[in-house]
């Protein structure tokens, strides 16, 4: 009995003593903090979310099915796979739009995927020839012809204007490795631990039960998609006076973007490089002498919205009808010929850069539009950059802010010019892999001077190549590679010289979603207008005033005496210079700002594609997040169970024994 006894003592101080020796190594880890602790416990994952838009008749995009968070165990996806419980699937890039197909014909795979985590890298880019989001023929009901099937965009899946009831994060590069290496460990049934992601997306649509934008705008659980466009005139000067009859040439392009990921929509080739392009001619034609002595008056104008209903353009159209403040000086019956840049940054092949000039009919203004074009491809002696008219079994002008124009008045010229002729060459149209890696900045310098030497010549009906001051409209390369790095990389991002120069950004990394209209549009918080907006309308207001000498510092009336303040965002004070740059708010037309709220407007037949607008929103949410931790597994938690089992029926043994031998001792004492 004492033998046993002591035996069982001996077995209770051995497991004391390792107890301790346990707590002793692990108090090496000291937290100071619940947050210590917490980042302990949890890895948050950098990533880039698909959120829940709403239109009239239905939502799409993506959410937590209900009020609460997700968590689920994470497992690579491999074609064929079967999951026999609710996971989170780690998705390569090739085979994303496969996967979702899966999800959408196979009901039994689809109830067990609790979200889906894209990876990115190079390694996945190179396993695509294409991959676009959007539909073969992109926005088709707006377009002014019949021919809805059309392919402009054969690399269309069409997968991002679809529903899904499950949360779903793109990577960052970092993320992707790490996660990659959990999805092994994970695979390892050795292991007694899982690890599980736990997402964060719950939409407050779907918390209010609003799922249309009527519905949501009348909770309030939701904003219109929207922002800021911005137009300027050169030369500036008298251009909002009674007298001013000069014909208007129209030069424009969009500044936003979409993909299947709400903040990775670079949009590099459509429409990134028009609008640096645009940029660029801008900046060329101001060091043009003599300009306010031209025949023609060139309006510049950088439309958002674009890719969800041309907002931008419908809503300028809109604007000019009505006669607003907000574009006081454009007389529209004055408007000659509209000269759009699309896409322009894949327009190289072996050396040459190629253009396409897409136009709607035969009319003068038009011809003398393409007369200009070539005089100003003929103007750069150089073989190396060839233009052509677009083929005429097109059935009309490719997917394009135009369209709006040409909606509101069939007999409006104009041309679009692109790097493609029968559909599009970007392979990667409205996908986050529309980056920098997708276009040519020689293209994108090419197709500036082909549209700065165009509007030259539209401008001053001059058809003399040796003109001197058509020699001196040069496209500055440098300005192009600047604005690619600040636009288009988070190194160095809006955070590069030439941004800040002009503006304060409240990020780094540009992203060129059209994003949220705030407060009251017609009179914009100059907070509640994006990074891009703000830029392109300092920059341009800095490039028409160019040749003007009445810059001063801002005071209180610089706006009273014609001028606007430019660069205040830098130093507070900023400088006051004559130039008509303005914001145009860009929101469906069929929307109306009333007591701090938006209410929705039947369709009006003065609004030809108001009947088409499917009147964008977007969900609003408290916070949207990714993180990943351990769990165990059932198998360690039995287990345990049966080891805490045994050791309280051995302690309450040797309790027993214990108390047995007491009793022993002291009877024999």
Same mark, same amino acid.
């Given at each position: 009995?004492?033998?046993?006894?002591?035996?069982?003592?001996?077995?209770?101080?051995?497991?004391?003593?390792?107890?301790?020796?346990?707590?002793?190594?692990?108090?090496?880890?000291?937290?100071?903090?619940?947050?210590?602790?917490?980042?302990?416990?949890?890895?948050?994952?950098?990533?880039?979310?698909?959120?829940?838009?709403?239109?009239?008749?239905?939502?799409?995009?993506?959410?937590?099915?209900?009020?609460?968070?997700?968590?689920?165990?994470?497992?690579?996806?491999?074609?064929?796979?079967?999951?026999?419980?609710?996971?989170?699937?780690?998705?390569?890039?090739?085979?994303?739009?496969?996967?979702?197909?899966?999800?959408?014909? %196979?009901?039994?795979?689809?109830?067990?995927?609790?979200?889906?985590?894209?990876?990115?890298?190079?390694?996945?880019?190179?396993?695509?020839?294409?991959?676009?989001?959007?539909?073969?023929?992109?926005?088709?009901?707006?377009?002014?012809?019949?021919?809805?099937?059309?392919?402009?965009?054969?690399?269309?899946?069409?997968?991002?204007?679809?529903?899904? %009831?499950?949360?779903?994060?793109?990577?960052?590069?970092? &993320?992707?490795?790490?996660?990659?290496?959990?999805?092994?460990?994970?695979?390892?049934?050795?292991?007694?631990?899982?690890?599980?992601?736990?997402?964060?997306?719950?939409?407050?649509?779907?918390?209010?039960? #609003?799922?249309?934008?009527?519905?949501?705008?009348?909770?309030?659980?939701?904003?219109?998609?929207?922002?800021?466009?911005?137009?300027?005139?050169?030369? #500036?000067?008298?251009?909002?006076?009674?007298?001013?009859?000069?014909?208007?040439?129209?030069?424009?392009?969009?500044?936003?973007?979409?993909?299947?990921?709400?903040?990775? $929509?670079?949009?590099?080739?459509?429409?990134?490089?028009?609008?640096?392009?645009?940029?660029?001619?801008?900046?060329?034609?101001? +060091?043009?002498?003599?300009?306010?002595?031209?025949?023609?008056?060139?309006?510049?104008?950088?439309?958002?919205?674009?890719?969800?209903?041309?907002?931008?353009?419908? +809503?300028?159209?809109?604007?000019?009808?009505?006669?607003?403040?907000?574009?006081?000086?454009?007389?529209?019956?004055?408007?000659?010929?509209?000269?759009?840049?699309?896409?322009?940054?894949?327009?190289?092949?072996?050396?040459?850069?190629?253009?396409?000039?897409?136009?709607?009919?035969?009319?003068?203004?038009?011809?003398?539009?393409?007369?200009?074009?070539?005089?100003?491809?003929?103007?750069?002696?150089?073989?190396?950059?060839?233009?052509?008219?677009?083929?005429?079994?097109?059935?009309?002008?490719?997917?394009?802010?135009?369209?709006?124009?040409?909606?509101?008045?069939?007999? #409006?010229?104009?041309?679009?010019?692109?790097?493609?002729? #029968?559909?599009?060459?970007?392979?990667?149209?409205?996908?986050?892999?529309?980056?920098?890696?997708?276009?040519?900045?020689?293209?994108?310098?090419?197709?500036?001077?082909?549209?700065?030497?165009?509007?030259?010549?539209?401008?001053?009906?001059?058809?003399?190549?040796?003109? $001197?001051?058509?020699?001196?409209?040069?496209?500055?390369?440098?300005?192009?590679?600047?604005?690619?790095?600040?636009?288009?990389?988070?190194?160095?991002?809006?955070?590069?010289?030439?941004?800040?120069?002009?503006?304060?950004?409240?990020?780094?990394?540009?992203?060129?979603?059209?994003?949220?209209?705030?407060?009251?549009?017609?009179?914009?918080?100059?907070?509640?207008?994006?990074?891009?907006? +703000?830029?392109?309308?300092?920059?341009?207001?800095?490039?028409?005033?160019?040749?003007?000498?009445?810059?001063?510092?801002?005071?209180?009336?610089?706006?009273?005496?014609?001028?606007?303040?430019?660069?205040?965002?830098?130093?507070?004070?900023?400088?006051?210079?004559?130039?008509?740059?303005?914001?145009?708010?860009?929101?469906?037309?069929?929307?109306?700002?009333?007591?701090?709220?938006?209410?929705?407007?039947?369709?009006?037949?003065?609004?030809?594609?108001?009947?088409?607008?499917?009147?964008?929103?977007?969900?609003?949410?408290?916070?949207? &997040?990714?993180?990943?931790?351990?769990?165990?597994?059932?198998?360690?938690?039995?287990?345990?169970?049966?080891?805490?089992?045994?050791?309280?029926?051995?302690?309450?043994?040797?309790?027993?024994?214990?108390?047995?031998?007491?009793?022993?001792?002291?009877?024999?004492?």
């Amino acid at each position: 009995m004492v033998s046993t006894a002591n035996k069982l003592l001996l077995c209770l101080l051995c497991l004391l003593s390792s107890l301790h020796l346990s707590f002793s190594v692990s108090g090496q880890v000291t937290f100071k903090s619940v947050p210590d602790l917490e980042k302990s416990m949890y890895k948050v994952i950098d990533g880039y979310p698909c959120v829940r838009l709403l239109n009239l008749s239905g939502e799409i995009g993506c959410a937590n099915p209900g009020l609460d968070k997700v968590v689920a165990p994470i497992i690579k996806f491999k074609n064929g796979i079967e999951l026999v419980q609710s996971s989170s699937l780690l998705v390569a890039s090739y085979d994303f739009e496969s996967f979702l197909s899966r999800v959408s014909s %196979d009901s039994n795979f689809a109830r067990n995927v609790a979200g889906v985590l894209v990876e990115s890298g190079l390694k996945n880019q190179t396993h695509l020839i294409g991959s676009s989001p959007d539909k073969k023929f992109p926005q088709a009901e707006f377009s002014p012809y019949q021919n809805s099937k059309f392919e402009w965009n054969p690399a269309g899946s069409g997968i991002m204007w679809r529903l899904y %009831d499950f949360p779903v994060f793109l990577l960052s590069e970092n &993320s992707t490795q790490s996660l990659q290496e959990i999805a092994v460990k994970n695979e390892n049934k050795d292991t007694y631990a899982a690890e599980v992601t736990e997402f964060d997306l719950v939409m407050q649509t779907t918390k209010a039960g #609003t799922h249309n934008s009527e519905s949501c705008l009348g909770e309030r659980t939701c904003l219109p998609l929207g922002g800021y466009s911005v137009w300027s005139a050169l030369p #500036t000067e008298n251009i909002s006076s009674v007298g001013s009859k000069k014909p208007i040439i129209l030069a424009v392009a969009s500044m936003d973007s979409a993909s299947f990921f709400r903040d990775k $929509s670079l949009g590099a080739e459509s429409p990134l490089s028009g609008m640096i392009s645009l940029l660029a001619a801008v900046d060329a034609l101001s +060091r043009v002498e003599g300009f306010d002595k031209l025949s023609k008056q060139l309006i510049f104008v950088v439309f958002t919205g674009e890719a969800w209903g041309y907002l931008g353009s419908r +809503r300028f159209l809109l604007e000019l009808e009505r006669h607003t403040d907000t574009v006081n000086g454009i007389n529209n019956t004055l408007i000659e010929t509209v000269l759009e840049v699309g896409s322009v940054g894949k327009g190289y092949d072996q050396g040459v850069k190629t253009f396409y000039a897409h136009t709607a009919g035969v009319s003068s203004a038009t011809n003398r539009t393409l007369s200009a074009i070539q005089k100003a491809r003929d103007s750069l002696g150089t073989e190396s950059i060839m233009y052509s008219t677009a083929s005429e079994f097109n059935p009309g002008i490719p997917p394009s802010s135009f369209m709006s124009f040409l909606r509101q008045n069939p007999h #409006t010229s104009g041309v679009v010019l692109e790097d493609f002729d #029968t559909s599009f060459s970007n392979k990667f149209y409205h996908s986050h892999l529309d980056d920098l890696s997708n276009i040519n900045s020689s293209a994108i310098v090419a197709a500036a001077s082909l549209v700065a030497r165009t509007l030259y010549f539209l401008a001053s009906n001059n058809t003399d190549l040796s003109d $001197s001051s058509l020699n001196s409209v040069k496209v500055n390369s440098s300005l192009v590679d600047e604005l690619l790095g600040c636009l288009l990389n988070c190194e160095p991002g809006l955070s590069c010289d030439l941004v800040n120069q002009y503006i304060s950004p409240s990020s780094t990394c540009p992203s060129h979603y059209v994003g949220v209209i705030q407060g009251d549009p017609s009179e914009p918080f100059i907070g509640y207008v994006g990074d891009v907006p +703000r830029f392109v309308w300092n920059f341009m207001a800095d490039k028409t005033s160019g040749l003007l000498k009445n810059v001063g510092p801002c005071s209180e009336n610089c706006s009273q005496t014609g001028g606007v303040c430019i660069k205040q965002e830098i130093d507070g004070k900023g400088i006051c210079v004559i130039s008509t740059t303005r914001y145009v708010p860009a929101y469906s037309t069929r929307l109306k700002y009333e007591a701090e709220g938006w209410i929705v407007l039947p369709p009006n037949s003065s609004d030809p594609m108001g009947a088409a607008d499917p009147i964008w929103t977007e969900s609003n949410w408290n916070t949207i &997040s990714l993180r990943v931790y351990s769990v165990q597994g059932a198998a360690y938690d039995h287990l345990i169970l049966v080891v805490g089992v045994a050791v309280t029926t051995l302690s309450y043994l040797l309790i027993i024994f214990i108390k047995a031998f007491l009793a022993k001792a002291l009877k024999q004492d």
